[in-house]
């Protein structure tokens, strides 16, 4: 297939370094300069989009992903798909894919989970908004970046997947970096906590795969100095959307609401930024009941 790939930041590059390799014609575009890479480079979004079949997009936001869109989505071709990666807000991709729709394309948005070493190794999940035939169109090229594409639904569904998974991702990481600064206070040791809650109804991806103790659990960040893995700030950004959707949808989400405000006060004001999302640990090792 021709690919428009924009967007070659940390994960656009892998992604579109792997769809190159498996035999496609992809032509890519950055704002950026981009580090040398074995990819054709076009000099606009509009010209990495103009002949090709699937154009995709890995943007930082939907205020971006908007812009670009306006932009390639009057140089597609028609019947085109325009295949947004990014993770965005619900109603920016919504907006974008009715734009798509109008002007004769295909439209999905696809968000991915999987982070930088999904990216590279092509092991990324995909969810997925948007019609059957687009999605059928661009299975394939799910194939390749990734090892699993869920159709959730139309448009905005695979960003609406992305918002409720990371937001129970980012409360109980939270729970469990608590709970594990309690055991501490009550001298109970973290590997038995760990071997008691991983088998037991307080079990969860982030304490049984994603463990924020080190030395406890699988091999996880916190046994490289919290080096991200999935970096505070991002959790950050994809609560702070779900909270967007929460209030543009009218839905009560208060624990969403407090892991929000959590991860601000860490990424804004304590030492979050840059630390893996798991360095909620030792935040609460060094606080106090009424800190
Ligand atoms: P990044 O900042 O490394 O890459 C974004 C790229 O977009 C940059 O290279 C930037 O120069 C480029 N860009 C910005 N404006 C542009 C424009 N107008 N035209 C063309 N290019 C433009 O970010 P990333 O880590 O690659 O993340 C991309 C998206 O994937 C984000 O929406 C992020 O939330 C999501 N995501 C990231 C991860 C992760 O672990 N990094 C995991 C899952 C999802």
Redesign the pocket.
Known sequence: MKIGF???????MPMALNLARAGHEVRG????AVPEAPLAQANS?ADAARDADVVIT????GE?LT??AAEIIAAMQPGAVLCDC???DVDSARKVADQARDAGLGALDA???G??AGAGGGTLTFMVGGDAESFATVSPLFDVMGQKAVHCGPSGAGQAAKICNNMILGVTMIATCEAFALADKLGLDRQKLFDVVSTSSGSSWSVNAYCPAPGVGPQSPADNGYKPG?ASE?ML?DLRLAQMAAESSDADTPMGELAAALYARFVEEEDGRGRDFSAMLPRFEQRHRKD
């Open positions: 924009i967007g070659l930041g940390n994960m656009g575009f950055d704002v950026l979004a890995m943007l930082p936001n971006i812009s670009v990014s993770t965005v968000p991915v989970s982070g930088i999935f991002l950004k």
